[in-house]
């Protein structure tokens, strides 16, 4: 079964930007959708970007305009650039690809593979 592993977070100020990237290892995974969740303390995990099998992709509104999910390779294959930082994007960051009946923002998920998740500070 794939494994995730995310890198690229870290302590920035206000205004800045990261890029998140999604390793992968172990067997090749069939899946409909991947994308990005967080979860920061005392608050629910939510979906923030997701990416088809057909490159359509989906955001969750506080990230419009900021984020950008992209697909990359096997060993690499999701990245997020996240630009313009706000205090309450600081959370965890995981990937995970899934599969769905619905959209892949909405939809019910099922065949979940995750990592373990990078964690991204924003400071005013």
């Known amino acids: 079964q794939v494994q995730f592993v995310e890198s690229g977070g870290g302590s920035v100020q206000a205004g800045g930007s990261l890029r998140l990237s999604c390793g992968a290892s172990?067997?090749?995974?069939?899946?409909?959708?991947m994308g990005w969740f967080r979860q920061a303390p005392g608050k629910e995990r939510e979906g923030v970007a997701f990416?088809?099998?057909?490159?359509?992709?989906w955001y969750t509104a506080s990230v419009k305009g900021r984020f950008t999910i992209s697909k990359g390779n096997v060993k690499n294959p999701l990245y997020l650039q996240l630009n313009d930082l706000k205090p309450e994007d600081t959370a965890t960051y995981y990937c995970a690809a899934f599969n769905t009946i619905g959209n892949c923002g909405t939809g019910g998920r099922f065949r979940e593979v995750w990592g373990q998740g990078t964690q991204v500070t924003v400071s005013s």
């Open positions: 172990g067997v090749t995974y069939s899946r409909n959708c």
């Open positions: 990416i088809d099998s057909d490159d359509k992709t």
